[in-house]
């Protein structure tokens, strides 16, 4: 029999549909997705050959669970340089993915009888992952602009707070704050002595226009103590298959996330880790290079969709991802991307596992041709499915 922790969990919306719209592809049709969490960027040559070389030179056996020293101290010199933040090595794990890091945060912080804050729209796996350590997933509502702001979030804190997860750039919203919204909002959670902030900062490199995201753990002091930042390389250098993540934050609750590790995987892949020392270290033109290309997509992507009857879209701030309205149109957004899949072979990912109900979630992440494609048989669908 199945645990009831076990019976909680629903699968991952986004790898369902991905999963799909790659079998339809695998059969021959021609799908344009929408759907993938991806950068269509190959990883760079320099961290590629890094790779290889650990490989030609025989580094493929156990590394220290919690990730080569060297690695350690590329995220160091990365977080002082882009993110104002100062670590030590202690103050490092390196994880598979950014995902095994959330979730081992989460696990470290928060269990049976605790409660963790969640802004809407949220990354899919949250909730599930505070279902997993037994704590209860308190959602809350942002309104249309996908803010949060003091006053929705004093409304839920209490005694049982034990984590707020702030993701900006948000995926799936794009959405970023600057430094005066992010203070506003760490004077009203930092009250609660015993909660910590889980601060996701996967796409901190694909800003627009604004500058870049503003770390949670920069505000003070006193939210630096008190904040996990979790990172990430598979987007800012196309390396999603290579599962790199890290955090940093306080070094006992590091070291708990450790132990943990530890158990579950021990160390990320010895020679995945040598190609993210030259990542962090030497491709950060590339990043460059794919942040221009992306507002170039952006832009595409949100006039194409406003000028579709019954959507509506807004400008992302960051991330690679636009939110559009279909409210109009349907009550369910899963309907709506099942038929568009099934009838103009275009995925996307429906908003209500977001807990954003009404919306849909498309990836600029792909080829101007492609986003050129799939708005038109958007448009098609739209008038043949729901024209008057």
């Not at 170039?296 to 009857?309: D, E, F, H, Q, S």
């Not at 072979?345 to 977001?354: D, L």
């Amino acid at each position: 029999m199945l645990t009831r922790a076990v019976k909680k969990l629903t699968p991952s919306a986004t790898l369902a549909i991905t999963a799909r719209a790659k079998q339809m592809a695998a059969e021959g049709d021609w799908v344009i997705s929408f759907a993938a969490g991806q950068p269509d960027f190959d990883t760079p040559t320099i961290v590629k050959n890094a790779a290889k070389t650990a490989l030609d030179q025989g580094f493929t056996k156990y590394t220290p669970s919690s990730g080569i020293p060297e690695l350690k101290e590329a995220i160091v010199r990365k977080l002082k340089r882009d993110n104002k933040l100062r670590y030590i090595p202690g103050q490092v794990i390196v994880a598979n993915g950014a995902k095994q890091a959330l979730f081992e945060a989460i696990m470290a912080l928060a269990e049976a009888g605790d409660e963790v804050v969640i802004p809407t729209p949220y990354w899919v796996s949250y909730p599930e992952m505070v279902k997993a350590s037994g704590a209860k997933p308190v959602i809350v509502n942002t309104g249309s602009d996908f803010r949060l702001t003091p006053e929705r979030l004093a409304r839920v804190l209490n005694g049982k707070s034990r984590a707020l997860i702030v993701n900006a750039p948000s995926n799936p919203t794009g959405v970023m704050y600057d430094r005066r919204e992010l203070a506003d909002l760490s004077r009203v959670a930092l009250r609660y002595k015993k909660l910590r902030v889980i601060s996701d900062e996967c796409y901190d490199q694909f800003y627009y226009g604004k500058g870049a995201q503003v770390s949670f753990a920069a505000l003070s002091r006193e939210a630096y103590r008190r904040t996990i930042t979790v990172n990430s390389l598979s987007k800012s250098f196309s390396m999603t298959g290579w599962r790199i993540g890290y955090a940093a934050g306080d070094e006992k609750v590091i070291a708990a996330m450790g132990a943990l590790q530890s158990h579950l995987t021990a160390n990320p892949t010895s020679f995945a880790q040598k190609g993210a020392v030259v990542a962090l270290e030497k491709a950060g033109a590339f990043t460059k290079k794919m942040r221009r290309e992306f507002a170039r997509r952006r832009l595409m992507m949100v006039a194409g969709l406003n000028k579709i009857a019954g959507l509506k879209a807004s400008l992302p701030d960051g991330a690679f991802y636009v939110m559009a309205d279909v409210s109009q149109l349907t009550k369910s957004s899963l309907d709506f991307a099942e038929k568009l899949l099934a009838k103009q072979k275009v995925a996307v990912i429906p908003g209500a596992p977001f807990g954003a109900e009404g919306y849909i979630r498309l990836s600029f992440a792909c080829s101007l041709g492609d986003i050129k494609e799939g708005l038109k048989r958007l448009t098609k669908f739209i008038e043949k499915e729901y024209g008057s």
